[in-house]
């Protein structure tokens, strides 16, 4: 049975975009479960945002590849991070744009 690709894209990266969200907001993620032992280090938030981050990247190099439409599940700035690629401290304060962080 063949997957409706754009959908199944759609979905990742809804998933992709939720876990990376979780990370932001310092929330327990699939990640905490396969790592318990490191929830206590201080460098395991870091570690787990990059890795939520490089998630959402390939999903998003990969529906480019086959010409998936990635945009729409994203705001102008939230696009302008991913296709810089970097993770820095202005995509973690930015990512929910400035009505979230003046609130």
């Known amino acids: 049975m063949a997957k409706d690709i754009p959908a199944f894209f759609k979905e990742k990266l809804n998933d992709a975009k939720n876990q990376f969200e979780r990370t932001i907001d310092c929330k327990h993620t699939e990640f905490d479960d396969l790592y318990p032992y490191m ?17 959402l990247l390939t999903i998003v190099k990969l529906a480019d590849e086959l010409d998936v439409s990635w945009k729409d599940e994203f705001n102008e700035a939230q696009q302008r991070f991913i296709e810089k690629k970097v993770l820095d401290a202005k995509v973690l304060d930015d990512w929910y744009g400035k009505k979230r962080t003046e609130a």
Do not use: N
């Open 39 to 55: 929830s206590e280090q201080p460098q395991f938030f870091w570690y787990k945002r990059y890795v939520a981050w490089q998630e």
